[in-house]
């Protein structure tokens, strides 16, 4: 019994430490360390994250700099994710993430004139010091079977004078790093695990 009761336990202490597990088809993007953002990414990731039948669309952003919550503020320091949902080659859905007054993540889902798609809410958390991931509802974009997608990371340092700092006529430079850096990557339900179809190239 006492064996019974530890093992419960263990799988209770599991189920809270992951209680969304990643589908075991996640995708890499490495980055080059090519910029001077605090925000610079060192790699992406696309895949899922599925509880049963629900599975939702998964990104991760880890960058090569660790980076309190805090920094991304909305005006000079915000991460995004482009998405043509369409297959046209052009941006069609902006998802946008940065930390509101009290700390807490924001994320919008846009469309390309400003109006916000309601009704779905990207979960968003900080994984360690580096990495963000976002969580995003499958519906969001529009039961799409794929898109394509880019993330890119915004930072400027009102109190620099760098290459991501002040300007000498008063504005900042934002530095923006963008990956994966060879174009736009392919995710959806249409992968090698999917019984939807394959993927375009």
């Given at each position: 019994m ?8 263990i799988s209770v ?6 209680p969304v ?8 993007f ?8 605090r925000?610079?990414?060192?790699w992406?990731?696309q895949?899922h994250a599925c ?7 998964r ?5 090569f700099?660790?980076w309190p919550?805090?920094?991304?503020d909305?005006?000079?320091a915000?991460?995004?994710?482009l ?5 046209d080659?052009e941006v069609d859905?902006?998802?946008?993430v940065?930390?509101?007054?009290s700390?807490?993540f ?15 809410n990207?979960?968003?958390?900080k994984t360690?010091?580096?990495?963000l991931?976002i969580?995003?509802?499958r519906a969001a974009l ?7 997608w880019q993330?890119?990371t915004?930072?400027?340092d009102p109190?620099?004078?760098?290459p991501?700092?002040?300007r000498?006529?008063?504005h900042v430079?934002?530095?923006?790093d963008r990956a994966?850096?060879?174009g736009?990557a ?6 090698p695990l999917?019984?939807?179809g394959?993927?375009p190239?």
């Amino acid at each position: 019994m006492r064996d019974r009761v530890a093992l419960v336990s263990i799988s209770v202490i599991l189920a809270l430490v992951f209680p969304v597990p990643a589908r075991a088809d996640a995708i890499v993007f490495a980055d080059s360390d090519d910029t001077a953002s605090r925000l610079d990414i060192r790699w992406v990731q696309q895949g899922h994250a599925c509880r049963q039948a629900d599975c939702r669309l998964r990104h991760k952003i880890r960058t090569f700099e660790a980076w309190p919550r805090r920094l991304l503020d909305g005006h000079e320091a915000f991460v995004r994710i482009l998405f043509d949902i369409s297959g046209d080659a052009e941006v069609d859905r902006i998802l946008r993430v940065w930390v509101d007054d009290s700390g807490a993540f924001v994320a919008q889902l846009r469309t390309l004139d400003g109006r916000r798609v309601a009704g779905h809410n990207p979960r968003v958390r900080k994984t360690n010091r580096y990495t963000l991931l976002i969580d995003i509802d499958r519906a969001a974009l529009l039961g799409a079977d794929w898109y394509r997608w880019q993330a890119d990371t915004v930072w400027g340092d009102p109190d620099g004078v760098g290459p991501c700092g002040m300007r000498p006529d008063g504005h900042v430079f934002s530095c923006v790093d963008r990956a994966p850096q060879e174009g736009p990557a392919v995710h959806g339900d249409c992968g090698p695990l999917s019984e939807i179809g394959v993927c375009p190239r």
